[in-house]
């Protein structure tokens, strides 16, 4: 397997040989199911579904239900797709955990990063602003500046740097090599920060896969 489903813990530091301070991520990955297999003939690709975390069966609808039960698995919160080669050796049900990793390779990890509400352009886009800061100069510090010519072409383009809506993306944050693996307690250290807040789901797939 080159994915798997997991959760982000939070940051810690580890110390390599020559006593440097590394920064790192703890991830909780795994144990998946797979949920469903699909395959060339019957679905024109092949891929696996994986489904990580079990949750109640009260919240989940009936169709998602029988969904579980096809494949003999209990009812999962996150769900994800995976693009495999070749899917003749996997079965249902079967389990995939981080022992499908090894300690020194480098993984993809996706995630939603934080949400930061509306934002002006200072704090979204790094402007310097336009005002003086003398003379009693207030309302114009911030301010994002010229957002295009008057009288031609008479509007915006489209793609303008303003304020808006910030974070709350899906991001991908590629090649962070793994320091250090737990198989007892699923738990995989990656050099480096992720996406998201803290436990919220990751996508960790191998650097290239």
């Given at each position: ?19 440097r301070n590394i920064p ?121 500046g010229s957002i295009g ?61």
């Open positions: 397997m080159k994915g798997i489903i997991g959760k982000n813990i939070g940051m810690t530091s580890l110390f390599d040989e020559q006593g790192s991520t703890v991830i909780e990955a795994g144990p998946c199911s797979i949920v469903q297999i699909k395959t060339l003939e019957k679905d024109g690709y092949s891929s696996i579904q994986l489904g990580f975390e079990d949750k109640n069966k009260k919240n989940i609808s009936k169709s998602l239900l029988g969904h579980f039960k096809k494949a003999n698995v209990s009812p999962k919160k996150k769900i994800a797709e995976f693009y495999v080669k070749k899917c003749e050796k996997l079965r249902l049900g079967e389990k995939i955990t981080v022992n499908s990793f090894k300690v020194g390779e480098f993984v993809d990890v996706t995630g939603f990063s934080k949400g930061r509400g509306f934002q002006g352009v200072v704090k979204r886009y790094g402007f310097s602003g336009v005002g003086e800061r003398t003379h009693g100069q207030h309302n114009r510090l911030r301010a994002p010519a008057g009288s031609d072409p008479s509007r915006v383009f489209k793609g303008v740097r303003m304020s808006g809506k910030m974070g709350n993306r899906r991001v991908t944050v590629k090649n962070l090599r793994i320091l250090k693996i737990d198989l007892e307690k699923n738990i995989l250290i990656v050099k480096g920060s992720v996406p998201g807040t803290k436990y919220s789901y990751l996508i960790l797939k191998k650097y290239g896969g």
